[in-house]
C-alpha cells in the first residue's frame, strides 16, 4: 500500500524559505514513474495543486503563482519528492500536502498528511 509522509512546514517571514519532503513507501521510484504534486489549501479557498513532477522523467509543472520561486526534485535513492519554496510571500500560507498517482495537473489517489506553512508579514 502506497503511503506519503510530508514533513518540513514552518514559519517563515516573508522573502524567506522553506523545504518540504515528501517520502513514499510501499514503492520505488524505480517501480512505478508515478507523478508526485504538492497541493495547497488556504482557509477558505479550495485545494490548489501547485507543483509536480514526473518521478522517472523529470517533467515538471508549476502553477504560475509560484513559477520562479518554488522548485520541485527528487532524490530516487531516497524515494522523497522536495518542493524548494524561496520568497516565500503571506499569500503562500496554506496546508500543503503531497500526492501520487495522478498526473502532472490532476491529482491522483495518494494523499500524505499537510503540513502547514505559515508566512509572516
Known amino acids: 500500500d502506497v503511503q506519503l509522509q510530508a514533513s518540513g512546514g514552518g514559519l517563515a517571514q516573508t522573502g524567506g524559505s522553506l523545504r518540504l519532503s515528501c517520502v513514499a513507501h510501499g514503492y520505488t521510484f524505480a517501480e512505478r514513474n508515478y507523478v508526485i504534486g504538492w497541493f495547497r489549501q488556504a482557509p477558505g479557498k479550495e485545494r490548489e495543486g501547485i507543483a509536480s513532477i514526473s518521478t522517472n522523467y523529470g517533467s515538471a509543472y508549476y502553477v504560475d503563482s509560484v513559477k520562479g520561486r518554488f522548485t520541485i526534485y527528487t532524490d530516487n535513492a531516497k524515494n522523497t519528492v522536495y518542493l524548494q519554496m524561496n520568497d516565500l510571500k503571506p499569500e503562500d500560507t496554506a496546508v500543503y500536502y503531497c500526492?501520487?498517482?495522478?498526473?502532472?495537473?490532476?491529482?491522483?489517489?495518494?494523499w500524505g498528511q499537510g503540513t502547514q506553512v505559515t508566512v509572516s508579514s
Open positions: 500526492n501520487a498517482g495522478g498526473l502532472l495537473r490532476t491529482p491522483g489517489r495518494y
